[in-house]
């Protein structure tokens, strides 16, 4: 059974800074796709960051200022964001896909970023 586990969210100043962490178990992270979503009220889920084996991907509004990374001893994936903003506030979802051995796209439950101004 694949468990996705977020937490490190919470309420942050402007300017301020959280890391997100997403314990995984159930599958290896190192083989996965991984990647944090975040989502709004009335908004679509989308992608902030996203790592493979050999490549990143950031969307363009953290870029410089979100970093994504995976430990493979602790099957956990991180999400450090810096210089947040009120723009930032969200719940973010923890999300790993892959196809071998078979096809599978696993969530986490969310964690909640507030950014005050």
């Known amino acids: 059974q694949v468990q996705l586990v977020e937490s490190g969210g919470g309420l942050v100043q402007a300017g301020g800074s959280l890391r997100l962490s997403c314990v995984v178990s159930g599958v290896t992270v190192s083989s996965t796709i991984a990647g944090w979503y975040r989502q709004t009220p009335g908004k679509q889920r989308e992608l902030v960051a996203a790592?493979?084996?050999?490549?990143?991907h950031y969307a363009d509004s953290v870029k410089g200022r979100f970093t994504i990374s995976r430990d493979t001893a602790e099957n956990t994936v991180y999400l450090q964001t810096n210089s947040l903003t009120p723009e930032d506030t969200a719940v973010y979802y923890c999300n790993v896909k892959g196809s071998y051995p078979y096809r599978y796209d696993y969530w986490g439950q969310g964690t909640q970023v507030t950014v005050s101004s």
């Open positions: 790592v493979s084996t050999g490549s990143t």
